[in-house]
């Protein structure tokens, strides 16, 4: 198919042809599931190749990830997909009202290259759940990964179901130019605008999942040993590159001393003194984000780690002891394995700092305190996140997952990702044999009457 008039054809021939079944659609989904389940040794090494990515990583929060996805949709579908009967008002007599969800048509899925395969393939599942027609533009970052992708679905869906387009800024440009129903955009949250303009062109709808700075925020009741090992945990998965990994850790000043040892005895169990060597700690996607975050150590205390080699693109397990909210790591997303720590003495202080930033996708709350753990969560609006734990909440497919502000507009995941690819077209279904004639002018009082007693 010609790239520039992709979303044309494909809305052609979802005219002609009409969308999959609800029977196609699970045959489609089930195939995939069988594809990724004998590939698991390709996917392994072009996350390795893209990412020096682990082969538990590979599996945990990639394969294994999509495979419980599509199970969990596989499962569900018939119900999500079926007619839903709504209750009619009185005043409504005697029709019955009707919910059918229908697929927005030809969409877009636009994905970024730190979980190349999980994030392209979980939006597909809910595009295709929902009977859509997929163009799908995996990241020109994580080359070997996209290649896999568009062979994995090539073998699955046909030319007219859906297209991969493989390329990079002038690709996607082209795709943009177009008319699609909706788009689904992960990425950063500048792309995020430029992309929200491009559908403004149609009005398309969007949904964007975007990034910015996760807080975690240690209270003075927590274990902070269970907090130092959960937060190095989500933290340097994927060496820090996970959207919502905790961008930085806020911490009672007279626990910085002791979060710093656990984190350090932890760091050292889980990827061994020497992180270089080890297979499970994965590297820096390319030079420039190298670069970007190698500067952003000048001139702050290293507590842990520190270590860099340009030339394998390894960042270790960097975490900052006493970094101030005016220093330069405190403006952006980090994205990667640095892991600043700041220092409250008033809670009251930690939180309206945490509020001087825009809402976050993910917050973090260690606390043993059940009135505080409510009390802060009800104060901070954020995206999603967890008590006493990180990134876990986005494994829970009864969780939608998605930002607030400027980490994103809209969520997936489970059953919201279904609604998601779906306009819920609404119906009321009249009978043809009764027809009160209540509605009909000439008005009069008496009718006005019988109207005020429905409709107080
Ligand atoms: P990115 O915004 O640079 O790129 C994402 C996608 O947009 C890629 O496919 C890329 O080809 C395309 N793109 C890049 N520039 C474009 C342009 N000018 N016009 C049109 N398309 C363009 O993001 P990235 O570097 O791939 O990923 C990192 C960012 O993504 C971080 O901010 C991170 O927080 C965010 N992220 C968010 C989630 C989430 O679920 N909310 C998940 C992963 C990453």
Request: hydrophobic content about 40%.
């Given at each position: 198919?010609?790239?520039?008039?992709?979303?044309?054809?494909?809305?052609?021939?979802?005219?002609?042809?009409?969308?999959?079944?609800?029977?196609?659609r699970?045959?489609?989904?089930?195939?995939?599931?069988?594809?990724?389940?004998?590939?698991?040794?390709?996917?392994?090494?072009?996350?390795?190749?893209?990412?020096?990515?682990?082969?538990?990583?590979?599996?945990?929060?990639?394969?294994?990830?999509?495979?419980?996805?599509?199970?969990?949709?596989?499962?569900?579908?018939?119900?999500?997909?079926?007619?839903?009967?709504?209750?009619?008002?009185?005043?409504?007599?005697?029709?019955?009202?009707?919910?059918?969800?229908?697929?927005?048509?030809v969409?877009?899925?636009?994905?970024?290259?730190?979980?190349?395969?999980?994030?392209?393939?979980?939006?597909?599942?809910?595009?295709?759940?929902?009977?859509?027609?997929?163009?799908?533009?995996?990241?020109?970052f994580?080359?070997?990964?996209?290649?896999?992708?568009?062979?994995?679905i090539?073998?699955?869906?046909?030319?007219?179901?859906?297209?991969?387009?493989?390329?990079?800024?002038?690709?996607?440009?082209?795709?943009?130019?177009?008319?699609?129903?909706?788009?689904?955009?992960?990425?950063?949250?500048?792309?995020?605008?430029?992309?929200?303009?491009?559908?403004?062109?149609?009005?398309?709808?969007?949904?964007l999942?975007?990034?910015?700075?996760?807080p975690?925020?240690?209270?003075?009741?927590?274990?902070?040993?269970?907090?130092?090992?959960?937060?190095?945990?989500?933290?340097?998965?994927?060496?820090?590159?996970?959207?919502?990994?905790?961008d930085?850790?806020?911490?009672?000043?007279?626990?910085?001393?002791?979060?710093?040892?656990?984190?350090?005895?932890?760091?050292?169990?889980?990827?061994?003194?020497?992180?270089?060597?080890?297979?499970?700690?994965?590297?820096?996607?390319?030079?420039?984000?190298?670069?970007?975050?190698?500067?952003?150590?000048?001139?702050?205390?290293?507590?842990?780690?520190?270590?860099?080699?340009?030339?394998?693109?390894?960042?270790?397990?960097?975490?900052?002891?006493?970094?101030?909210?005016?220093?330069?790591?405190?403006?952006?997303?980090?994205?990667?394995?640095?892991?600043?720590?700041?220092?409250?003495?008033?809670?009251e202080?930690?939180?309206?700092?945490?509020?001087?930033?825009?809402?976050?996708?993910?917050?973090?709350?260690?606390?043993?305190?059940?009135?505080?753990?409510?009390?802060?969560?009800?104060?901070?609006?954020?995206g999603?996140?967890?008590?006493?734990?990180?990134?876990?909440?986005?494994?829970?497919?009864?969780?939608?997952?998605?930002?607030v502000?400027?980490?994103?507009?809209?969520?997936?995941?489970?059953?919201?990702?279904?609604?998601?690819?779906?306009?819920?077209?609404?119906?009321?279904?009249?009978?043809?044999?009764?027809?009160?004639?209540?509605?009909?002018?000439p008005?009069?009082?008496?009718?006005?009457?019988?109207?005020?007693?429905?409709?107080?």
């Open positions: 198919m010609i790239l520039e008039n992709i979303a044309d054809e494909f809305r052609k021939s979802l005219q002609t042809q009409g969308c999959l079944s609800i029977k196609q699970k045959q489609k989904l089930e195939s995939l599931k069988i594809k990724i389940q004998s590939s698991q040794s390709e996917i392994n090494k072009a996350l390795k190749l893209d990412l020096g990515k682990s082969e538990f990583e590979t599996y945990t929060t990639e394969i294994g990830f999509i495979l419980e996805e599509i199970s969990y949709t596989l499962k569900h579908l018939e119900y999500w997909a079926s007619v839903k009967k709504v209750k009619t008002p009185i005043a409504l007599f005697p029709g019955k009202s009707f919910i059918h969800a229908e697929p927005y048509g969409v877009l899925i636009i994905s970024p290259w730190n979980y190349p395969f999980q994030l392209c393939l979980s939006p597909f599942i809910g595009a295709i759940a929902s009977g859509n027609k997929v163009v799908l533009k995996p990241s020109e994580a080359p070997h990964t996209a290649k896999l992708i568009n062979e994995l090539s073998s699955v869906f046909s030319d007219s179901e859906v297209c991969v387009v493989e390329g990079g800024l002038a690709e996607t440009q082209t795709l943009l130019k177009q008319k699609f129903d909706y788009i689904f955009f992960t990425g950063s949250t500048a792309v995020g605008k430029i992309i929200m303009k491009s559908a403004a062109e149609y009005l398309t709808p969007v949904t999942e975007l990034g910015g700075k996760s975690c925020l240690i209270e003075e009741s927590a274990n902070i040993d269970l907090a130092a090992k959960r937060i190095v945990w989500g933290k340097f998965l994927n060496a820090g590159q996970t959207c919502v990994a905790p930085f850790v806020l911490v009672p000043e007279h626990l910085q001393e002791e979060l710093i040892q656990r984190m350090k005895y932890y760091l050292n169990l889980f990827y061994t003194e020497d992180t270089k060597d080890c297979a499970d700690y994965s590297r820096i996607i390319n030079h420039r984000h190298f670069d970007r975050l190698s500067d952003l150590l000048n001139e702050l205390h290293v507590a842990i780690g520190g270590d860099l080699n340009r030339d394998e693109n390894f960042i270790s397990p960097t975490v900052l002891r006493d970094v101030q909210w005016s220093d330069k790591i405190m403006e952006d997303e980090i994205f990667g394995p640095l892991l600043p720590i700041l220092t409250y003495t008033k809670l202080e930690a939180l309206k700092n945490i509020l001087k930033y825009p809402k976050p996708l993910a917050f973090y709350l260690f606390s043993e305190n059940t009135a505080k753990q409510q009390s802060i969560i009800s104060q901070i609006p954020f999603g996140g967890c008590i006493n734990d990180t990134v876990v909440h986005l494994a829970n497919p009864n969780l939608p997952f998605g930002g502000g400027t980490s994103g507009i809209g969520s997936y995941h489970g059953q919201k990702s279904f609604d998601t690819f779906s306009h819920y077209k609404s119906i009321y279904h009249q009978s043809s044999v009764v027809d009160l004639p209540l509605r009909y002018p008005y009069n009082e008496k009718k006005l009457n019988w109207i005020k007693l429905f409709l107080r």
